[in-house]
Structures are given as C-alpha cells and as structure tokens.
C-alpha cells in the first residue's frame, strides 16, 4: 500500500515506570503500567512501515535527558529526542551550551498543561528561556489543554523566528464533544507560519473503549484548514495510545483521513514535515 518514503512517528516515548515518578499513569491506564524501551518499538515500526522516531521526555528533569539520550545512541531508528530543561533557570544559556554536543538533541519541551499557573508560558523569565533556543537551533514541543490555546498563541506570536509545535492537537474534548471553543482558538494559528501541529494524541482524548473513526474527521478538518498540509505531521504517542488503540487502529485513523490527499500531501503528513521541522 506504501509507496517508498521516509515515514516518521514524530511522538512517542519511553519510560522505566515507576509508580510515584509517573504517578499520571493511574489505573485507569493499568495497560502502560510497565517499562516500554526501544526494543518494544522497534518491531511495531516495522510492522508499520515507520522508518524512524522522535523521541519526547516524560519526566521534568534533565536525568531523563541522559536516559533518552542513551536510547537515542544505542539505536538508530530514534532519529531524535525532544528534551526538558528548566526554561526559567539562570543558567538556562548554559544549559543549551551543554546539550549542543549531542545531534540527537533537537528540542525541548515543558509539561504545561500541568501548571497550576494556565499562563506560565507568557512569565517573563519563561520567554527569556524561549529566546535563546532559536540560536542553538532548538524547538519547542507546546503540550497543552484547551484553555491555553490563547496564551500560546501569544506565546508564538512574540517569537515569530522560533519554531513551535502545538502536540497532540492541543488535546480537544472529543469525548465530550466539546470542540467549538477549540476550534475558534485552533483558527488563531492560521497565520503563524512558525507553527506546526502534531495530529497525535487523538484516541486518549476520545472515549477508550468505544471511539469511532467519525470521532475525529471534524477535529482533524479544523487542524487541516488550520495548518495546511506542510506544517502538520504524525505522531502515535506510544505507547500512551495503547490505552485506547493499538497502534494499527490508531495510525488507520490518519491513514483513512489523508486516504483522499495527493502523494505528495501524504508524504509530507507522514515524514517530510517531521525532517523538516525536527532538522533530522
């Protein structure tokens, strides 16, 4: 079915998990309760065609960047790492400095839709750390819910030379939904040709156990209007997906979406824009 090119899954992760350290993982989600590593991965790209990967921290501490650094090393098939380091430190430049020795290093990321402080990006010592990522060549991942569509769009306003990703399409309430006030503030972006989107994350934001493809055709209607089709790209969110889907199911949503776009659009959803964005 595939015609030769570079597929690349631009969002997936890897955890030795730990009960308190990734107390997020609840219960509810007892299906990723365990370690998922390279080796894991490794056969279901294949199974899929998937070429390489991005890799994306979990945990807010740089000692995480070591651990995925070194998966980053031991395998080829990770093509990146989107890393995290505290954005307000006074160090911050240093810290940047440091990272320049590694090539799998691209960019970074904070878990904002955590922040008790909706805004926390718009802080000033937050941006002061943005600045500086655009002269080491750096990205920024924006991980967010709904609510604070409107402050990163202030956020990339201000920085219009950096390069941004919005993942997991800021996370709409699709079991509920409830995407209209999404949608408006989805629309904002339009005009941010610094602004990628990561069409991933879909299926943990729809109801797990009983999700239909017709759940996400508005949603990914307003994410293609929103970006065209050179500034989204795909990305499974392995192995947190695996709550709702396998990665079959999930990656069949896109690839019945996108059934319909031309070679060229599909190669670009699939791969390019990743290489792209991500300098892999």
Known sequence: MWWHMLRIDAHQHFWQFDKERHAWINDAMHAIQKDFMPPDLQPVLQQNNVDGC???????TEEENTFQLNNAARFDFIKGVVGWIDLQANNVEERLQYYQQFKKMKGFRHILQGET???LMLKPAFKHGISLLNKYNYTYDILIFPDQLQYAY???KSFPGQR??????AKPYIKDHKTDEWRNDMFLFKSCANVYCKISGMVTEA???????EDFVTCLDVVTETFGTKRIMF???WPVCLVAASYERMTGIVQQYFSSFSKDEQADFFGNNAIQFYNL
């Open 54 to 60: 991005v890799l994306v921290q979990v945990d807010q």
């Open 117 to 119: 402080d909706r805004a």
């Open 154 to 156: 202030e956020l990339v």
């Open 164 to 169: 941004f990703v919005i993942d997991h399409i």
């Open 207 to 213: 109801d797990w156990m009983n999700w239909k493809y």
């Open 235 to 237: 990305g499974s969110d």
